[in-house]
């Protein structure tokens, strides 16, 4: 990986590669760290372009894009569509683009939507990659031991190796496989106030205020007491539950007492979090 001031003046004369990634738990920010530092590569994370409002990228000189992202209900989360939706692609055409898709058991149709999506920008997804992953969501299972963890971490690493060699052989293997209904999982509208959210705090929240600063979609403010509520369009990406330092954010009564889960490589809970 390369440091962030020369990068950005590299990208400027157009001889880095971005890979854009979104994660909430680290899984895909390890992937995309890790394909970065094999390739000199760039990434981007979308949680912090779309805090940030940024949405133009010159990629005319570039030769591969990545877009490594989790897999929600089977399909691309629908805060990284959002994104594409709104991103404007300078350049686009001829790259190489690629998916890494990280998920707790399988995929579905994400590569074949996120072709879908992508077309609409003029970028050709040609090769993806499936990682299975530990699975964050926990709202309708709980964590494996400490072991297992550790073996599902142990094969990613070795899935992404050879992901890594395709990448850098720009090898192609997606083939045009019929689009599937829904291209991306749907944001939900999600209010404390209206009672329609889930997400709530327990007592032992101290009030430190990280889920509001990591959520990427700014749904969470501190009210008068300094407690989180949730109001807005929420992509249930589960970063505000699973980095909760006191484990105080719970989904209903569907998380109390289950173990939180951040990717074991990602040490800082603040740098590039979402
Ligand atoms: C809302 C939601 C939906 C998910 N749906 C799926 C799914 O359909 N299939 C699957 O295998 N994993 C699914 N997962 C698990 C994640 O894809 C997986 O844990 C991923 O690696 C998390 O990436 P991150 O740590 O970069 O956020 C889902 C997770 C969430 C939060
Ligand atoms: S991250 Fe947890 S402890 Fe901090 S304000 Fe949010 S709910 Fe409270
Ligand atoms: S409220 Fe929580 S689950 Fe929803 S987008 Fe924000 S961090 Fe993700």
């Keep these: 990986m390369i440091e962030s001031s020369r990068a950005e003046t ?9 890979i854009f990634y979104f994660s909430a738990t680290g899984n895909s920010q390890y992937a995309a760290e890790r394909i970065a530092k ?21 990629i005319s ?15 691309v989360p629908g805060i990284v569509a959002d994104f594409i939706k709104k991103a404007e692609f300078r350049g ?14 399988n995929t579905g149709k994400e590569a074949a939507a996120l072709r879908v999506l992508l077309q609409e920008k003029d970028i050709k997804l040609k090769a993806s990659f499936d990682l299975v992953m530990p699975d964050n969501f926990i709202l309708w299972t709980d964590l494996p031991s400490e072991e297992r963890l550790a ?41 404390s106030s ?12 101290n009030s430190c205020g990280l ?6 979609m700014e749904c969470i403010t501190l009210n008068s007491d300094n407690r989180p509520v949730w109001e807005g369009s929420c ?7 699973h980095r909760c330092p006191m484990q105080a954010v719970q989904h209903g009564e569907e998380t109390i007492g289950k173990t939180r889960y951040l990717n074991p490589y990602i040490k800082d809970h603040k740098v590039n979090a979402y």
């Design 10 to 18: 590299l990208i400027r004369k157009g001889v880095i590669n971005i």
């Design 38 to 58: 094999a390739t000199d590569d760039k990434v981007i994370s979308i949680g912090l372009a779309l805090r940030d409002q940024r949405f133009e990228f010159d």
């Design 61 to 75: 000189s570039e030769e591969r894009i990545g877009f490594v992202i989790p897999t929600y209900a089977w399909t």
């Design 92 to 105: 686009s055409g001829s790259q190489y683009a690629y998916g890494v898709f990280t998920c707790g058991e």
């Design 151 to 191: 073996a599902i971490m142990a094969s990613a690493d070795l899935v992404l190796d050879e992901a890594i060699e395709s990448i850098r052989e720009k090898e192609s293997n997606v083939t045009d496989s019929e689009a599937p209904e829904d291209l991306f999982m749907p944001l939900i509208d999600i209010s």
């Design 194 to 205: 209206q009672g329609t959210s889930k997400f709530f705090a327990t007592e032992d929240c």
């Design 211 to 216: 889920c509001q600063e990591l959520c990427p």
């Design 235 to 241: 992509a249930m990406c589960l970063s505000c539950l």
